[in-house]
């Protein structure tokens, strides 16, 4: 499976930007994705993930309530919406799949990882 995440970019605090992760290669509609960020300097971190059937859903305290996970199994795609957002969200962005379709924070479960998109947020 190759993952691709797309739709980083510079935005000022307030803003909004949706970020997608096309899956290729096979499908991942039985695995269950997350988002994960890594600012600079520091460890990657988890964001959000969702099960195999986008029914449920987890968000990292911060993000909480501005960002929204969502899956289209049909086009191998899952989005995140992220809304109101800060300059602590500065990070590259990470879509990664697990084998399994449950929704899980652990980094550690995750099998494929995609190559990450940029998110700048300016003050």
């Known amino acids: 499976v190759q993952l691709q995440a797309s739709g980083g970019g510079l935005v000022q605090a307030g803003g909004s930007l949706s970020l997608s992760c096309a899956a290729s290669?096979?499908?991942?509609?039985?695995?269950?994705m997350g988002w994960f960020r890594q600012a600079p300097g520091k460890e990657r971190k988890f964001v959000a993930a969702?099960?195999?059937?986008?029914?449920?859903?987890y968000y990292d305290d911060s993000v909480k309530g501005r960002f929204t996970l969502s899956r289209d199994n049909a086009k191998n795609t899952v989005y995140l919406l992220m809304n109101s957002l800060k300059p602590e969200d500065t990070a590259v962005y990470y879509c990664?799949?697990?084998?399994?379709?449950?929704?899980?924070?652990?980094?550690?479960?995750?099998?494929?990882w995609g190559q990450g998109t940029q998110v700048t947020v300016s003050s």
């Open positions: 969702v099960n195999e059937n986008g029914g449920t859903t």
């Open positions: 290669g096979r499908t991942t509609s039985t695995y269950g």
């Open positions: 990664a799949a697990t084998l399994t379709g449950w929704v899980t924070r652990r980094q550690g479960d995750y099998y494929y």
